[in-house]
């Protein structure tokens, strides 16, 4: 123990079974793959219900944010479930190192291990800022060259999965041909290639060409985004399944990508040397990530556009113009000014109806989101936004009929427009 921390040792690392807590599905199965092919045994939980909100109320103090209590409900429920031998299990998480209280999740969490005797379990914080080292678990370079490609392609297997999806002629087709190629870039990934920009561009236009050739018919559906606070809008505990719901309600769902946050990150280290001051070499260290994902960004964007029809992406560039007609880009404690950006592209690509997912105890989210959407809409009045709050006390029944509620109005509005664009005869002159 240092400072009431169990550290995760070098010997651990043998036998120990490592907890990830689930957010998206499609780039933490890829994740998980990178952290397994590094020797370590990596376990994503799935584990949804009742229990876990009900371990998170018992171990979290009630007014900490919904995800939080999400999150470490989930650990906690699977700790206590029997299928793991907690003398022999880790829990790992992320920490960003901002002003979000999810840079204070690892506290939380510890501090609930011990109410619940569970204080003995290792906690690992998995952060870019060295902030909570523990000698068992180390980033190598090769392993964030592999998450950062793991990202790249699970943005662009949930945009092209999310666009198919509603319109595949046999369902379940996108998901199956999504599962084939996280299983697929995982071993190549294990084998050092899908890594260089060459091997991207490749298995870019074979992903892309593989969705292209899925057999869709043209259907008239909803169009529908989600933004939000990034735990609540990837998974589908924290928001009860939204997409799913979505996909009943016979919508089709977009989802802004992982790259957007992590370039709205790494562009805020660039923008506080500008405005604070800083180190040139800090400054040259951002300037060049943020080149690199933008260069990144750029592959997934131009492999959609050659080789589909396939609607494509906004760029960051884009989304930051976006948002700065609405907001300062001094505005970013949590997801900040993005979330206002991601609302007003999703806009701009047609999807005019928009779910804005608000976690309670989230201050800068219904800031940055629910404060917003006015001004987004003297923007453009057709903008249907609804924000949907996500806390223990919430009653998912109550959530949907909202939901439905705005999509109603949504329906609407395309039969509107569709007698908007009927052309009506006029009378020849006698």
């Not at 499609?26 to 020797?39: A, C, D, E, G, K």
Request: glycine share 8%; hydrophobic share 40%.
């Amino acid at each position: 123990m240092t400072d009431n921390k169990v550290l995760f040792t070098k010997e651990m690392q043998k036998d120990y079974t490592i907890l990830i807590p689930m957010m998206a599905p499609i780039h933490f199965q890829l994740l998980r793959n990178v952290l397994v092919h590094s020797r370590y045994n990596v376990e994503l939980l799935e584990n949804t219900g009742p229990s876990v909100v009900e371990q998170g109320l018992k171990y979290v103090h009630n007014d900490t944010c919904y995800p939080a209590l999400l999150v470490i409900g989930q650990m906690i429920d699977a700790l206590k479930s029997g299928k793991y031998d907690v003398h022999k299990t880790a829990l790992i998480i992320t920490q960003t190192g901002g002003g979000c209280r999810a840079s204070n999740y690892i506290y939380l969490l510890r501090k609930a291990l011990k109410k619940a005797d569970l204080g003995f379990v290792p906690v690992i914080s998995l952060n870019l800022s060295g902030l909570d080292s523990q000698p068992g678990f180390k980033l190598s370079l090769s392993m964030l060259q592999k998450m950062l490609c793991a990202l790249v392609y699970g943005d662009l297997l949930m945009d092209l999965t999310n666009q198919v999806r509603p319109y595949e002629v046999t369902s379940g087709t996108a998901d199956q041909l999504c599962q084939h190629w996280i299983d697929d870039l995982s071993r190549q990934f294990n084998r050092r290639q899908g890594l260089s920009i060459g091997d991207m561009k490749r298995n870019m236009r074979d992903i892309v060409m593989s969705y292209a050739a899925i057999e869709r018919e043209k259907r008239d559906l909803v169009k529908v985004g989600i933004v939000g606070e990034i735990y609540i809008k990837y998974s589908p505990l924290g928001n009860n399944s939204l997409e799913k719901f979505l996909a009943e309600q016979q919508c089709e769902v977009k989802l802004p990508g992982m790259m957007g946050f992590m370039l709205y990150c790494v562009y805020n280290g660039v923008e506080d040397v500008k405005l604070y001051g800083g180190g040139f070499v800090k400054k040259q260290l951002m300037s060049f990530v943020y080149s690199l994902v933008l260069k990144l960004e750029k592959m997934t964007i131009d492999a959609i556009r050659t080789y589909s029809d396939f609607e494509v992406p906004g760029s960051f560039p884009e989304m930051k113009a976006g948002a700065e007609q609405i907001i300062g880009l001094g505005a970013k404690m949590g997801e900040g000014w993005l979330l206002t950006g991601e609302m007003v592209e999703l806009n701009k690509a047609g999807f005019k109806n928009i779910i804005c997912t608000q976690p309670f105890g989230c201050l800068p989210n219904h800031i940055v989101g629910k404060g917003m959407i006015r001004k987004i809409r003297e923007q453009d009045p057709d903008c249907n936004i609804v924000a949907i709050d996500y806390d223990p006390s919430a009653t998912q029944v109550n959530q949907e009929n909202r939901i439905k509620l705005m999509l109603s109005i949504a329906r609407e509005n395309m039969k509107k427009a569709e007698t908007d664009t009927v052309s009506i005869p006029v009378p020849e002159a006698e």
